[in-house]
């Protein structure tokens, strides 16, 4: 015949029913666990949350200086072109006509870096209070013309404005003027050559 299922017993011999007393010792280390875990969960918490607010904040920063930056070349790059028929314009005025088809163009040449160096001028960047140092992280390894970061008052954390340049910017022409009276000496002397040989 068969025999009877037999099913694994769960209970255990010594439970108690009703309350369980605690002793005062046993009730004030249990508070004390408890209290710990809700310590520690909140400073995980709040380091979580700082590291996120200031992830948040280097990402706004770089966006800024990325902004800045392109603004910057843009700038730099209308106002270099608008330069170009000026400065031929200032060469064909001031040269002789024969001489102009050759020396223009060394002209051009020659004052183009000039005023290349003079748009290189520094820009001041105004920041809100404390956040110089996450501005100068973020521009860290940029190539970027000369910056200086000042903290203002009446700016907020996560916004900047900046200006272009000083109240006076010299530019030396010496060497600018030196490299077109060779040009147009160059020319001349090839001029004189040919007529000669002519």
Known sequence: MSQPLRLEVFETADAVEGPVLMTPEELEDLRLNAYEKGYVAGWDDCGRQADAEASTRRAAIERQVEQLNFTYHEARGH??????PLLRAIAETVLPPMARASVVPLVVDQLLPLAQAGAEAPITLHVGPGSEKAFRDAMEGLLLPPVEIVETEDLTEGQASFALGAAQT??????????????????????SEESQSA
């Open 79 to 84: 106002v270099l072109s608008a330069l170009d």
């Open 170 to 191: 010299r530019v030396d022409l010496t060497d600018a003027a030196l490299a077109i009276g060779l040009a147009i000496d160059r020319f001349y002397q090839i001029q």
